[in-house]
């Protein structure tokens, strides 16, 4: 027998997965929660052998509910319902320790293949998760690195940093006593060589690569 702790703020939604559950004959619910805080107490006192998660209801796309629970337990195996919307959180779930995606379109034979997968120690992440992580980091920016930072100049990085902060080309000018057309000279070098079109999009860029 399977104990599954759900962590669930609809009750149609607990409803659900209850049926399905409780159908199989070979897993048992021993406690349900709507809110962490509840959830966690319950948790001190019983030990599920799979927690499942509807995600999608959860503040900050879950992130801070599966800290505070792995927290509590780093061996007991998370299931998450969720939706594709999710898919830039899918790495970070996997590194925080989630064992298993659910997407809330799947039938009822998904939610019961994922417990069992969980139960008997293995991960259940269906052909789509990966198909859609693998867009992710596709189109995800990658971080800079010390090479390519050299490739500015210190009087370019000096600027960069600069129109971060908000000053205008007469402003950086004066703090590096040059011109205002020497900066926008400097800046236009800076577009070129981080493949950028904008300042928004030069400022983003640094932001982003730690510049």
């Not at 994922?114 to 995800?140: C, E, M, S």
């Not at 000096?158 to 402003?171: D, S």
Request: net charge positive; proline share 3%.
């Amino acid at each position: 027998m399977c104990n599954i702790a759900i962590l669930e703020n609809y009750s149609l939604f607990c409803s659900g997965i209850r049926s399905v559950i409780e159908e199989t004959g070979e897993c048992k619910i021993v406690f349900e929660s709507k809110t962490i805080n509840e959830f966690m107490a319950k948790l001190r006192s019983e030990k599920p052998d799979v927690i499942i998660i509807d995600i999608i209801h959860c503040l900050d796309e879950g992130i801070s509910t599966i800290k505070k629970i792995r927290r509590k337990t780093s061996r007991t195996p998370i299931l998450l319902v969720l939706s594709v919307d999710y898919s830039d959180f899918f790495e970070e779930y996997i590194s925080l320790g989630v064992n298993g995606f659910v997407f809330n379109d799947s039938g009822a034979n998904s939610l019961v293949d994922a417990i069992k997968a969980l139960k008997n120690g293995g991960d259940h992440f269906p052909p789509r998760v990966w198909q859609l992580l693998k867009k992710y980091l596709r189109t995800k920016k990658v971080p800079v690195s010390i090479e390519e930072k050299r490739i500015l100049t210190n009087r370019e990085l000096a600027i960069l940093k600069l129109f971060c902060k908000g000053y205008t080309y007469k402003e950086i000018g004066a703090k590096l006593n040059i011109s205002p057309r020497t900066v926008e000279s400097h800046k236009k070098n800076i577009q070129t060589k981080l493949s950028v079109r904008s300042t928004a999009e030069m400022i983003e860029f640094a932001y982003q690569n730690n510049l």
